[in-house]
């Protein structure tokens, strides 16, 4: 009898992936390989390792309890040749296999990969669409056909038409597509922000912390107080402890930081999404559910199912549409390297000090220490695009490339020159100021433009402006900026020019 091996990767840890889609128990078998190259192609933070392999674990002992087949290769085999493609041809002499079936991987390198198996291996090689996804490749392609630009507002109202959500007589609710002016409430310290909901580890996990430790113990970040969820039932906890506890503020407090409150009102489902614990369609449902029963308010869910319906779709349609030349997009030739204390977080920038700090920590930092402290410094200093890609893509347990990238190199860095973002999102310390109490705590002044105390955001802001003024100069959005900037004198540009410099050239 023919033999069908069904490979399941990290990341499509879903009972309802389409490779086990038609599965036939007696005869297919589903491989899945922990594997060295996967663990160092970039070299992850070790608890972003320890988070996938222990869910890769426990995903196939549920396959198992299921009565089905399951050949996993762990880590630490002595055979395991350390990439997909050595294993799958290992385990097709080992199961005589004539065909291998899988779902399209999230990552563009692995998928060129696959495509030689069928030559290389003599067997055939099917790969399904990831169906977990609400946009295929193929839909965004026809959404952005002929589009110059594209608008995630516009991407997400089309998406809220085709998945009717959040929609009522062909009408948004509430009469608008989006609640953002309700949602950008500045941080308050007295608030009682919930624990997140976190899981001690198991025999499983704490079987694959020994082997992280082991195998990665010069990668970024910490192994300690390890608290994933690694199983769909833990996943299912954590996205109904949000519901329940965070998403009526999560709305108000989407941008704001708090100093030593990493997790805010955010859902932390990102990781789980990625791998499949959890999948999109059941996380929009649950948060319509909250709003239809009355217990939470719009401007909450609306701002929250746009992440999900519209950015996570969004950037992937990006990736998939624009790569692999979008890997390499350098608009502003940035190419200054990577500070050490992004590695360290040792910096007199409390801000950026408490982001990298929570992110060693945690794997984890939310969307605007991100975007507006950590990518803000990547931009207004010029770090180099492959760098700063690298370093998102190591550091956070949900990052993947297909999402990774279009969010630093199209959202923060602006490498596309404006193909997903109509300005890059450039700002000084007030900025900062406004969403957080970071700056009380900090040796710079966030008040001061110029001078030794100055918060280094102001100086670098106009400088990234004044620097790049050839690329950015007609850019309407950024009108006022320039005009205020053309308001200054020669010689206050000089001296922010001056203070810039010298902050850069001591960041080598
Ligand atoms: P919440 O704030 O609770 O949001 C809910 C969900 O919406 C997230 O879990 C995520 O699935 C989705 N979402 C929100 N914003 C985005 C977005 N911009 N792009 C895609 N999905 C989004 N997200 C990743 O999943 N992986 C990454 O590697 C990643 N890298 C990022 C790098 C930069 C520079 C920036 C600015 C953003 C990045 N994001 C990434 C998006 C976002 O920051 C994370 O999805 C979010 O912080 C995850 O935490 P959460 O689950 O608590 O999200
Ligand atoms: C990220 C990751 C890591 C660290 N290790 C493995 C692994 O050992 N085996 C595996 O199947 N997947 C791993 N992954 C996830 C893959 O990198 C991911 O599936 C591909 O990048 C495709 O998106
Ligand atoms: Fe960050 Fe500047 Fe505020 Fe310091 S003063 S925390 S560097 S924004």
Known sequence: MSKTLRLILGDQLSHSISSLGDINRESDTVLMCEVMGEVTYVRHHKKKVAFILSAMRHFAKRLCEQGISVDYVTLDDPENSGNFAGEVARAVTRHNATRLIVTAPGEFRVLED?????TDLGILVEIREDERFLCSPEMFESWANGRKQ????????EMRRHHDVLMVDGKPVGGKWNFDEENRERPDPSLKVPAPLQFPPDEISTEVLNLVGQHCA?????????????TREQALQVLEHFIANRLPLFGAYQDAMIQDEPWMYHSHIGFYLNIGLLVPAEVIATAQNAFDSGSAPLNSVEGFIRQILGWREFIRGIYWLRMPAYATENFFRANRPLPEFFWTGDTPM????QSIGQTRQYAYAHHIQR?????NFALLAGLAPKSVNEWYLIVYADAFEWVELPNVSGMVLFADGGYLASKPYAAGGAYINRMSNYCQKCRYKVAEKTGSDACPFNYLYWHFLIKNRDKL????????IYRSLDRMSEEKQQTIMNDALQFLDALN
Do not use: I, P, Q
Not at 350 to 353: F, K, V
């Open 371 to 375: 975007l507006m402290v950590l990518g």
């Open 218 to 230: 010069d990668h970024f970040g910490e192994l300690e107080n390890f608290g994933f969820a690694v």
């Open 473 to 480: 100069g007609t850019n309407a959005r950024l009108g006022m």
């Open 350 to 353: 409390n801000c950026l000090s």
């Open 150 to 157: 594209l608008r995630m507002d516009f991407f997400y109202r």
């Open 114 to 118: 696959m495509k030689n198996w069928e």
